[in-house]
């Protein structure tokens, strides 16, 4: 169990060591601080499918208000500014929950570790409707008595799957209107504390199983088209700490290995189309991922969160490149914090913007770009796009990406795997984001397949020549001509 942050404690320095290096050719990223702070300190956050970037303030009692980052009229989130998103249901003010972005655009958060400053597993949960700038009540699966940080995730199919924290009960949210949710998760070994999990490219869920006691760790995979859970076998190692049940986070990555962060100082590697694991190098002085955030970068690096112990202070980023682990540089604020403080989400800048229960946040810019294999494709879409118009379509291969970008330890998701639509005017430069939703899929790494998206363009977009691209997990397809009317 992880508290949340409240004061700053004392300053750790760090000796780090023991860590495969190649720093010969590898050159870090920068950070840039978000030139205007946020109304309050800011925590979880989530990117939704207009652009904008969700966060919620760290409000440890009360009224709990929510905010959207809006990137500048050039696309930029380092000169941004923070808008009102509205407020949850009274009485609901939740730290480490269960969230996703729907189909449609909305997004639902459940439950809570601690909610009110009181530790409680609450069952409370919302949605955000992105049309009304509103919170709703959402109720919990019934019979359901905790919820707590929960995992979920969101299925090819669109549908959201949330898992109890405090045992192996899961269930499917098959309407939004009614809620209706209904039970699946048959033959989960062991309950779903701690645990995360993490879309594969055939569609299936992996999850590291942390509470049957296995050591080395054992594994499981949840097939959508059954709703059972099979356990296919053991890590090379112990993934999960010891002591508390902790693990980090999971991403997949383009070539299709997943990399798992421990909640002890050890990592390791999953191989989709093999079902192999390996060892992967640790990151040396005690370093480890427990509750720590990861976010996929559009080289096909992962940005790690680490810091010393289960919750010790002495934040330290890498890079893993597929065979070894890059240190970056740190913030201002890292050696007076734990990585479980971290968040990250992907933007579709090819940045990651990062919080850490502070007014300060910040967006880490890599040095790499992405393989042309990797990119979005648009087989279809109109060239003439009239402004205020709905529900148009483009068609076309890799709209979700290859992953779902960004990932925490067992709670607090930040999936991207959905397409973005980007207008660019040709005489102003200006860019502009038309909401997407009504997915044909939320897989990831679709390959060849021919997938859809429909959008909104904006009624205050400029008129004229313009540029349309399709981005997902912060890559851009080729640029396709159009003129909005």
């Not at 989960?188 to 760790?217: F, I, R, Y």
Request: aromatic fraction near 10%; charged fraction near 10%.
């Amino acid at each position: 169990m992880k508290a949340f942050r409240t004061i700053l404690p004392a300053l750790l320095t760090l000796a780090v060591a023991g860590v495969s290096y190649s720093q010969e050719s590898f050159v870090p990223g920068t950070w840039s601080k978000v030139a205007m702070a946020p109304p309050s300190a800011v925590a979880h956050m989530l990117l939704l499918t207009d652009g904008t970037v969700l966060v919620n303030s760290n409000f440890a009692t009360g009224s709990d208000p929510w905010y959207r980052l809006v990137p500048d009229n050039k696309g930029n989130y380092v000169t941004g500014t923070w808008i009102s998103a509205g407020a949850l249901p009274s009485g609901y003010n939740p730290v480490y929950f269960a969230s996703a972005v729907l189909p449609g655009g909305n997004v639902i958060i459940m439950g809570g570790e601690y909610n009110n400053n009181v530790q409680t597993e609450t069952t409370l949960g919302a949605m955000y409707h992105w049309k009304t700038n509103q919170w709703t009540h959402v109720p919990a699966p019934p019979t359901w008595t905790t919820v707590g940080d929960a995992d979920s995730v969101v299925l090819p199919n669109g549908k959201f799957m949330l898992n109890n924290c405090c045992d192996s009960t899961e269930a499917i949210l098959t309407s939004t209107s009614p809620i209706t949710w209904t039970a699946t998760g048959t033959g989960k070994a062991d309950a779903n504390s701690e645990e995360g999990m993490v879309l594969m490219p055939n569609g299936k869920v992996l999850t590291v199983d942390v509470t049957n006691g296995a050591n080395p760790s054992t594994y499981e995979i949840y097939n959508p088209a059954t709703g059972a859970w099979t356990t296919e076998g053991t890590l090379p190692l112990q993934l999960q700490d010891a002591s508390s049940d902790e693990i980090g986070p999971m991403v997949l990555r383009p070539n299709g290995t997943v990399f798992a962060g421990g909640g002890a100082p050890k990592n390791a590697v999953y191989n989709t189309a093999t079902g192999i694991w390996a060892t992967a190098p640790n990151f040396g002085g005690g370093l480890d991922m427990a509750d720590a955030p990861a976010a996929l970068l559009p080289d096909g690096n992962v940005l790690l969160d680490t810091s010393p112990g289960a919750y010790n202070n002495g934040v330290k980023f890498f890079e893993w490149d597929g065979s070894a682990l890059h240190a970056v540089p740190s913030l201002p604020d890292s050696s007076s914090t734990s990585s479980y403080y971290g968040n990250m989400v992907c933007l579709p800048t090819g940045q990651v913007i990062f919080t850490d229960f502070s007014a300060a946040v910040y967006i880490y810019t890599p040095s790499g770009t992405y393989q042309t294999a990797w990119q979005p494709t648009i087989t279809s879409v109109g060239s003439s796009l009239t402004h205020g118009s709905l529900n148009n379509v483009v068609k076309g291969t890799k709209l979700n990406g290859m992953s779902q970008c960004a990932a925490y330890g067992d709670d607090n998701q930040a999936a991207s795997n959905f397409p973005l639509v980007r207008i660019t005017n040709n005489a102003t430069k200006h860019v502009f984001y038309a909401r997407t939703h009504t997915f044909s899929t939320m897989g990831v790494a679709t390959g060849s397949t021919v997938v859809s998206a429909q959008f909104d363009v904006p009624s205050t977009i400029e008129l004229g020549a313009s540029t349309l691209v399709v981005v997902a997990n912060g890559i851009p397809s080729a640029v396709v001509n159009v003129n909005i009317i």
